[in-house]
Antibody, heavy 120, light 108 residues
């Protein structure tokens, strides 16, 4: 079955960088975009953007350009989220999910289990 | 930017029906998807394309999108349905994915 497995929790100092992985299996990696979603403590879901594994092209939501970088390794079926110059407000759960596209609308299934990044 | 409005919290007795609304301008022109998130777990899609259920989601879950409001309906609510529920659309005018703020459903 389709699975997305994310790397484990991480704790960093302000100003450092972190790279989270999301390893996929059970489908052709290059056939689906992958999204990243942030969930701050006690808050809702926030779309960060997505990456097309076939082309490597990324789209970033407002507020997530510059310090946030998506990448893929097609040989490993894995997508990555790197956050540079970490700030305390980056403390959150980060999720990846597979993107489905039908008639110019998008939904997300399945999701990775989430990766907690703590910055302090 | 497009905003999806959900009530922060709702409560329902077991066996009753929960209707979780998702409001926005002209939401009837958009396709709405719904996600369930239980404490400590990742989101799970429960409704896509307004009213389609992924395999494995009980028939008790249904969606609607008409009359200016979209809604997730959970019939014969069970204790295991207690979770946060998020609506989501694609805003083609902005090229952005939009999530509602989420509704915490409590089963009394």
């Amino acid at each position: 079955q389709v699975q997305l497995v994310q790397s484990g929790s991480d704790s960093k100092k302000p100003g450092a960088s972190v790279k989270i992985s999301c390893k996929t299996s059970g489908y052709t990696f290059t056939s689906y975009r992958l999204i990243w979603v942030r969930q701050a403590p006690g808050q809702g879901l926030e779309w960060m953007g997505w990456i097309n594994p076939k082309t490597g092209d990324s789209t970033y939501a407002q507020g997530f350009s510059g310090r946030f970088v998506f990448s893929v390794d097609t040989s490993l079926g894995t997508t990555y989220l790197q956050i540079n110059s970490l700030r305390a407000e980056d403390t959150a759960l980060y999720y990846c999910a597979r993107v489905h596209v039908v008639a110019a609308t998008y939904w997300f299934d399945p999701w990775g289990q989430g990766t907690l990044v703590a910055v302090s | 930017s497009y905003v999806l409005t959900q009530p922060p919290a709702m409560s329902v007795a077991p066996g009753k029906t929960a209707n979780i609304p998702c409001g926005a301008d002209n939401i009837g022109t958009k396709i709405v998807n719904w996600y369930q998130q239980k404490p400590g777990q990742a989101p799970l899609m429960v409704i896509y394309y307004d009213n389609d259920r992924p395999s494995g989601i009980p028939e008790r879950f249904s969606g609607s999108n008409s009359g200016g409001t979209a809604a997730l309906t959970i019939s014969r609510v069970e204790a295991g349905d207690e979770a946060d529920y998020y609506c989501q659309v694609w805003d083609s005018s902005d090229g952005h994915v939009v999530f509602g703020g989420g509704t915490k459903l409590t089963v009394l």
